[in-house]
């Protein structure tokens, strides 16, 4: 199984970005797909998770209306589309596929699959 992330890069506050992640021998459309992040000296944040089961993407406070994932399920691929990129966006990004519930309006994640990560850096 081999997930790969795309589409990081340098940004100005305010522009946008959008990730990739492609996936083999494993087939996304039947788990849920989830991107993290992780920025310098702090905890890894789930930013996003697409639950299969429910058919519903969650999405942290810090990045609601801002981002948006999706998925291609012809190209067994998924997407973050984010825009209104802010300094405190700035971090490496991985997209990961598994299982995410919600409970109480906390989202868990309990991944399988990790993909390697790619830097975003949000900097005038």
């Known amino acids: 199984v081999q997930l790969q992330a795309s589409g990081g890069g340098l940004v100005q506050p305010g522009g946008s970005l959008r990730l990739s992640c492609a996936a083999s021998?494993?087939?996304?459309?039947?788990?849920?797909v989830a991107w993290f992040r992780q920025a310098p000296g702090k905890e890894r944040e789930g930013v996003s998770c697409?639950?299969?089961?429910?058919?519903?993407?969650y999405y942290a406070d810090s990045v609601k209306g801002r981002f948006t994932a999706s998925r291609d399920s012809a190209k067994n691929s998924v997407y973050l589309q984010m825009n209104s990129l802010k300094p405190e966006d700035t971090a490496v990004y991985y997209c990961?596929?598994?299982?995410?519930?919600?409970?109480?309006?906390?989202?868990?994640?309990?991944?399988?699959?990790w993909g390697n990560g790619t830097q975003v850096t949000v900097s005038s």
């Open positions: 990961a596929t598994g299982v995410c519930t919600v409970v109480s309006g906390a989202v868990y994640y309990d991944m399988y699959y």
């Open positions: 021998g494993w087939n996304l459309n039947a788990y849920a």
């Open positions: 697409f639950s299969s089961t429910e058919q519903t993407t």
